[in-house]
């Protein structure tokens, strides 16, 4: 599975590419792991990351909330370690955080989602580096 940054400005969304049903189990696997380590019942997040899974494209509200919780501090339940397992499988990458908790977007939201792209365009090229050897 490969992903890429596709609609950089205001509308971020990372497309999936070549998912395979090995993928999409191994994926529900990570996410079932994410929803064991949230504090509270995170059901409709999740089921909303399965939905950008199986449709192959992972949207806005989804990155942004993702990248939330790859950046809540590290609880004792390890939510935190969870999200950011979840979003290396899904991206190759952990992305900077692109929301608030209060549901606003950082302030230098374009440059986060800038950086995410030159993240992801390097963990694709570190991948292919190392199938190539």
Not at 19 to 31: A, R
Not at 50 to 76: F, K, M, N
Request: glycine share 6%.
């Amino acid at each position: 599975m490969r992903s890429s940054l596709v609609g950089r400005n205001d509308q971020p969304k990372i497309e999936l590419h070549e998912v395979s049903s090995d993928d999409i189990v191994m994926i529900d696997g990570y996410i079932d792991r994410f929803a064991e380590a949230t504090p509270h019942n995170n059901e409709t997040f999740c089921e909303l990351l399965r939905s950008d899974v199986r449709a192959s494209l992972l949207h806005t509200e989804t990155l942004e909330r993702l990248s939330v919780w790859c950046h809540t501090g590290q609880p004792p339940n390890g939510v935190c370690d969870a999200a950011a397992e979840l979003a290396r499988r899904l991206m190759g990458v952990v992305p900077p955080r692109l929301r608030e908790r209060c549901e606003r977007r950082v302030e230098d939201y374009d440059l986060q989602v800038a950086d995410l792209g030159k993240l992801m365009d390097g963990s694709h090229q570190a991948s292919v580096s190392n199938r190539s050897v």
